[in-house]
């Protein structure tokens, strides 16, 4: 009998010390993902996004392709709306796309690589191998990592990311603020390592073009062959035009920025008498066919003063003044249709679509395009961050 117990004790002593043996602790995990990262060719992943930011939540399809070494293709759908916005990155540069309205705006920007991104497996993968101080867990059939939110919105402070065991793979990814509140959630339904994406897979025209979304094939393709053809074809013509002649929208514009600046201010640095006053001799000249949207978040001591009809850059639009603790303007107009439209400044993640900051001398304007619609947030002294989430809440519903 005392054999009997003594073997069956062994017998468990080793079970438990092969069990400690084959699991890994986050230092043998972190390494491996340094490896994966360094050997990543291509991916295509595709989720759900939901932004806690405003009032409501508000929730996006997303679809990431990603071919090494710059090749990028993301697609943010809101499944309410039907509304599909494209960022591509391409040998020409950083363009976002509404194909629906055939519209493409054009980015000097390095983008992503000086901004991470949630959905993207390289931004995840290098927020845990970078930060030392992470936390490590396992969950069922998951790894956890908890570990610092680098992103360009200041007020997100940590995230939890959680990838399969066997291959890694992103399976969620929870960001939330200093108050530990959940404010963007990715939950990914499919993630697929070296997929080969169709040789049209990055082009912008391709992309545009409503009725034949490129795919991927099982044909390997040469990415940047295909885009040099693309170049030859006519896309690089687009970007010389659209960095070297700036559409009639963006003229106007730098041009009303600068009557912005005047010193003939009323007051409210979002806007100027000059500017108010130009824009009313304009106003009614065209009657507006979209719906005028409001903002569903205001910075606290922030209240709305006005609202006018204008014409802004050869458009019908509407214009909004806020003050208080902050003082900026909300300009809406719908331009025409452009091939490209070249956008100064710097790329700002809005979540939901791209958006450009462009710094005046006394202003700061955010410019971005949803459903058609161009927006423009002007004011001398609203936080970048607060910019954010009044653009965010822009999107969830009209007068």
């Known amino acids: 009998m005392r054999r009997i117990v003594l073997i069956t004790a062994i017998m468990m002593l080793i079970t438990v010390v092969a069990s400690a043996c084959g699991a890994k602790n986050a230092d043998s995990v972190v390494k491996e993902l340094d490896k994966v990262q360094n050997k990543l060719e291509s991916y295509q992943a595709k989720g759900t996004m939901t932004l806690n930011t405003s009032q409501q939540p508000l929730e996006y399809k997303v679809e990431v392709w990603y071919q090494k070494d710059h090749y990028y293709r993301i697609a943010l759908t809101n499944a309410k709306k039907d509304i599909t916005q494209i960022v591509l990155r391409n040998d020409d540069g950083v363009f976002v796309l509404t194909p629906r309205l055939n519209k493409v705006f054009r980015f000097q920007s390095d983008w992503p690589d000086n901004q991470g991104q949630v959905y993207l497996y390289q931004t995840l993968l290098s927020s845990i191998v970078l930060d030392q101080s992470r936390q490590f867990a396992t969950e069922n059939d998951s790894y956890v990592f908890d570990v610092m939110a680098n992103y360009q919105n200041g007020s997100l402070a940590r995230q939890k990311i959680w990838l399969n065991k066997e291959d890694f793979a992103p399976r969620k990814v929870e960001v939330s603020d200093t108050n530990a509140s959940v404010m963007v959630k990715v939950t990914f339904d499919e993630f697929n390592f070296d997929p080969k994406f169709d040789k049209n897979a990055f082009d912008t025209q391709a992309n545009l073009n409503a009725s034949g979304t490129p795919s991927t094939s099982d044909q390997a393709g040469s990415t940047d062959k295909a885009n040099n053809t693309d170049n030859a074809n006519g896309t690089d013509q687009q970007g010389k035009t659209s960095s070297t ?132 947030l002007t004011s001398a002294d609203l936080p970048e961050s607060e910019m954010v989430l009044i653009a965010q809440s822009m999107d969830e519903g009209g007068k």
Do not use: C
Request: no cysteine.
């Open 245 to 376: 002649e700036p559409s009639k929208d963006n003229a106007a514009a730098n041009g009303a920025e600068d009557q912005q600046g005047d010193t003939s201010s009323t007051g409210d640095k979002g806007v100027t008498e000059e500017q108010g006053e130009d824009q009313a001799d304009d106003a009614m000249t065209q009657p507006l066919d979209f719906l005028e949207l409001d903002p569903a978040y205001l910075p606290a001591g922030v209240a709305f003063k006005d609202s006018q009809e204008i014409t802004f850059g050869g458009y019908p639009g509407i214009m909004q003044r806020y003050q208080g603790t902050y003082n900026f303007t909300i300009i809406q107009t719908q331009p025409k249709d452009v091939a490209v439209s070249y956008t100064p400044g710097y790329m700002l993640d809005l979540g939901f679509t791209m958006g450009s900051i462009s710094d005046g001398e006394e202003q700061q304007t955010l410019t971005w395009t949803y459903e058609g619609i161009e927006y423009r």
